[in-house]
């Protein structure tokens, strides 16, 4: 199998040499770097073990962690805090955020993760109806999330 990412490319199959070869040719025609076993890729971290291969998010959703400010706070138990009736209409008794840039990266960021946190899945894509126009309710609301 081959995959390719842009200028990522993982190659894995059962059959060494024809690997070998494959990673010849390509070296041959784009003088490629050969990175050796997989152990990160895209932001998710690759273990093997014996009957497979483990996908994990830790040092993803940790650097999210801090960079959020959320990494000292406590857990919570349920992805999707309690939102007031304002935020669920956009009604104008909640403040509109100053900067929608910072709530719209954190709902990205947690969309990707959703790749091994299908838990956050819902929350996740309920917030992200409101990338147009968020509030502070809904910044609270994917910080919730975040934790």
Do not use: W
């Not at 954190?106 to 946190?117: A, F």
């Not at 409101?130 to 910044?139: G, N, V, Y």
């Amino acid at each position: 199998m081959l995959l390719v990412y842009v200028d990522d490319i993982i190659l894995t199959g059962n059959y060494l040499a024809e690997i070998t070869t494959l990673k010849g040719f390509l070296n041959d025609k784009f003088k490629i770097k050969d990175l050796g076993e997989l152990n990160y890729f895209l932001g998710m971290e690759v273990l093997k073990v014996p009957t497979g291969l483990i996908l994990a998010q830790r040092k993803f959703a940790m650097d999210l962690l801090q960079e959020f400010q959320c990494d000292s706070l406590s857990v919570t138990t349920c992805p999707l805090g309690p939102l007031s009736k304002s935020s669920h209409n956009n009604s104008s008794h909640d403040t509109p955020l100053d900067d929608v840039s910072l709530y719209r990266k954190l709902v990205g960021k947690l969309n990707y993760l959703t790749n091994i946190r299908p838990d956050i899945t819902f929350a996740v894509q309920y917030l992200s109806q409101f990338l147009q126009a968020p509030t502070k309710s809904h910044m609270t609301a994917v910080l919730h999330t975040l934790r």
